[in-house]
């Protein structure tokens, strides 16, 4: 069974940093992507950033320049360094991974979600 958790959110005020990591437990045989959604209140699910192995990131156009993801692949953890925040960035951050397991089975699993609030 793998699982996925977060950590790292909070309450920060604006302008200020936070990041944000996952780490993907179980037997695991690799892991194809990583990635990090948000929602806000009363909005759809949106993909902040995802980064494949051996490739480049990629960013939702709202958080690029300020947002940097990035992994660790011996520990099979994601990061995600969150600078210059804004209000808007007020979301549930989810952790998301295309997984291969130990019986050869590639699925995508979610993490449990952390709360990010960016007030004064």
């Known amino acids: 069974q793998v699982q996925l958790v977060e950590s790292g959110g909070g309450l920060v005020e604006p302008g200020g940093s936070l990041r944000l990591s996952c780490a993907a437990s179980?037997?695991?045989?690799?892991?194809?992507?990583m990635a990090w959604y948000r929602q806000a209140p009363g909005k759809e699910r949106e993909l902040v950033a995802r980064?494949?192995?051996?490739?480049?990131?990629n960013y939702a156009e709202s958080v690029k320049g300020r947002f940097i993801i990035s992994r660790d692949n011996t520990k099979n953890t994601a990061y995600l360094q969150m600078n210059s925040l804004k209000p808007e960035d007020t979301a549930v951050y989810f952790c998301?991974?295309?997984?291969?397991?130990?019986?050869?089975?590639?699925?995508?699993?979610w993490g449990q979600g952390t709360q990010v609030t960016v007030s004064s």
């Open positions: 998301n991974a295309n997984v291969l397991d130990s019986r050869g089975y590639a699925d995508v699993y």
């Open positions: 179980g037997i695991i045989r690799s892991v194809n992507f």
């Open positions: 980064i494949f192995t051996g490739g480049s990131p």
